[in-house]
């Protein structure tokens, strides 16, 4: 199978984010990248399908030279191919990106087409939809379960209070969901192997961003409350204060 | 002249309460802008429902209805939305922030080549612009966006905007277009044990962390929810620790839920968990550490062990219920 998982390099979860002097952009000095962590779970998938079928895994990411780490930690956990699309680090416009990952992907002829099913770092849960859109190909979003055989496929994704099952043919988009498996470690071997795979660098054309952030802002700061007390004994009072006071019960 | 499109999402021939929101949004937006509020309802059988768009403000309900469209398809559905805005000439089209908004709305947006904002949070009309406000870095900063493109679309998060009531008379329009072959179908949508309520969509939490000790003590958050009427949830620590199913954890690799009140059981408080869920209107923290972060900010605090504070509150509420 000839697999694409499309990467992207995002803050590390313990990042306490600051507003950079312009108002528009996170501060990035200090910040520590990492592969999205959705995204591992489309690596994994990749490499657990290549293993059982055949074939390989490409990593794919829009971005400048300073991503490449990034990369190398994805082609890390096994992933044979890599190609950097060459663009800016800050795009807001998730169509900007779509159009310039379908434009490379539709010359590599892949039979799945994986993504996480967010970036933490703008939340858009955009582009996997609309690179399917945009390849005319069958997509399954939030995915905890994928099964394929001869070129059919099923998909469980988490819904409010369930899940949905959907069957479609592949070629295929897919995004992933936590509990889709379980991502492995990178092994020493595979950083070592990791630092020896070229990353080919190809262009693709950018469009204009129609996002425009205007500002970024601190979400309203949660004062601390009070403690009601200790143990069971503070449960009266405590109740009071939600009913009287919150009147949330 | 603004003519807003909220497309309705139904489900067991219902319309899901976070459509009414994002008519009440729409309504916000087309009174400042000057214009219209149209609802989009799409499926088969559903045009018996196109009159309740009426009680939240919109003043025209388009209908798509054909038996091809029993089956779910979001390809499908995605191109259908897109079709009916171009014929009612929408200029916004709002849907709620569920699974399937978050999924379908990105395709249209590709369709009609217009940027969307996912996962709104409030919107402000400013010199004739609407200012689209969004979570992101799982809600550490918020971001004020405007969408520079023929159409505006955005998704807004569930039990953020308030429904208001607008009794209006409503036009319904009947739109036949043409259902295109699906790409990936629905075939079954299972439901979790007992239909159990989404954090997402939950007014009450009760949620669990590592100090609950382990899945054998999770009667004592299922009991206090019982009788709350409230939606279970957990911390990574107690999913990771196979105690609960993903589906409930909060937090920035988990959910983000904004109930009128979440009450931590055995949550330390870590930054991850608190990005999941720090907009709740109000938060109970329980634990036995008086240090734990998550005192910082919770409106309420009990330092106990969760085994002997969670059944007096059980009780407690119960007595509270029965007055």
Same mark, same amino acid.
């Given at each position: 199978m000839n697999i694409a998982v499309c990467i992207k390099q995002v803050p590390d979860t313990e990042t306490r984010p600051k507003i950079a002097e312009n108002g528009k952009e996170m501060d990035k000095t200090g910040v520590k990248w990492?592969?999205?962590?959705?995204?591992?779970?489309?690596?994994?998938?990749?490499?657990?399908?290549?293993?059982?079928?055949?074939?390989e895994v490409t990593i794919i990411s829009l971005g400048s030279k300073e991503i490449e780490p990034t990369i190398r930690a994805a082609l890390a956990m096994g992933a044979k191919k890599a190609i950097r699309i060459e663009g800016p680090d800050n795009i807001t416009d998730p169509m900007v990106t779509a159009r310039a990952l379908a434009e490379v992907l539709k010359q590599g002829n892949y039979d799945l087409i994986l993504f996480g099913k967010q970036a933490i770092d703008d939340d858009m849960a955009q582009v996997p939809q609309m690179v399917a859109e945009l390849l005319e190909l069958p997509c399954a979003t939030v995915v905890v379960k994928l099964e394929i055989t001869d070129g059919k496929a099923t998909a469980e994704r988490e819904v409010e209070g369930g899940k949905e099952r959907l069957s479609f043919s592949l070629p295929a988009v897919i995004s992933a969901q936590k509990g889709l498996n379980e991502p492995r470690y990178r092994s020493l071997k595979g950083i070592m192997q990791a630092k020896k795979i070229p990353i080919q660098v190809v262009e693709a054309n950018l469009d204009q961003s129609r996002i425009e952030v205007l500002q970024l802002k601190y979400p309203p700061q949660k004062q601390p409350g009070k403690i009601v007390g200790e143990g069971a004994d503070a449960v009266p009072e405590l109740v009071r204060l939600l009913h009287e006071e919150a009147k949330v019960i | 002249m603004a003519n807003v499109c909220v497309v309705y999402e139904i489900r067991d021939h219902q319309i899901k309460k976070v459509s009414y929101e994002a008519t009440s949004a729409a309504v916000n937006v087309a009174d400042q802008l000057g214009g219209t509020v149209s609802a989009l309802l799409i499926g088969s059988g559903v045009s018996d429902l196109a009159s309740e768009a009426g009680k939240y403000g919109a003043s025209k309900a388009y209908v798509v209805d054909s038996p091809d469209l029993a089956t779910y398809s979001p390809d499908v559905f995605a191109r259908l939305i897109a079709s009916a805005a171009r014929e009612m000439g929408a200029t916004h089209i709002f849907m709620g922030a569920t699974a399937t908004g978050k999924d379908v709305m990105p395709r249209v947006a590709l369709h009609l080549n217009s940027a969307l904002a996912q996962d709104i949070i409030a919107l402000n009309v400013q010199d004739g612009n609407v200012v689209y406000t969004r979570p992101i870095i799982a809600g550490k900063l918020h971001s004020d966006i405007q969408l520079n493109s023929e159409v505006q679309l955005a998704t807004v998060r569930p039990n953020v905007f308030t429904a208001t009531e607008k009794p209006t008379e409503t036009e319904v329009v009947t739109l036949s277009l043409d259902v295109p072959s699906p790409r990936a179908v629905v075939e079954e949508v299972v439901t979790e044990a007992g239909g159990?309520?989404? %954090?997402?969509? #939950?007014?009450?939490? %009760?949620?669990?962390?590592?100090?609950m000790k382990g899945p054998e003590n999770w009667h004592l958050i299922e009991s206090?929810?019982? %009788?709350?009427?409230?939606?279970t949830g957990a911390s990574r620590a107690a999913v990771d620790a196979?105690?609960?199913?993903?589906?409930?954890?909060?937090?920035?690799?988990?959910?983000?839920?904004?109930?009128?009140?979440?009450?931590?059981?055995?949550?330390?408080?870590?930054?991850?968990?608190? #990005?999941?869920?720090?907009?709740?209107?109000?938060?109970? =923290?329980?634990?036995?550490?008086?240090? =734990?972060?998550?005192?910082?900010?919770?409106?309420?605090?009990? %330092?106990?062990?969760?085994m002997e504070v969670l059944p007096r509150l059980t009780e407690e509420i119960k007595k509270l219920k029965a007055e």
């Open positions: 990492i592969v999205n962590p959705y995204d591992e779970f489309a690596i994994e998938e990749g490499l657990q399908l290549t293993e059982k079928n055949g074939g | 159990k309520l989404d %954090v997402t969509e #939950a007014d009450i939490i %009760v949620s669990g962390g590592r100090g206090l929810a019982e %009788v709350l009427g409230a939606a196979g105690w609960r199913p993903h589906a409930e954890q909060v937090g920035q690799t988990g959910k983000t839920v904004s109930p009128s009140l979440y009450i931590a059981c055995g949550i330390s408080g870590a930054i991850q968990h608190l #990005a999941g869920m720090s907009s709740s209107k109000y938060i109970v =923290a329980i634990n036995k550490d008086p240090e =734990a972060p998550i005192f910082k900010v919770a409106d309420y605090g009990i %330092v106990g062990d969760v």
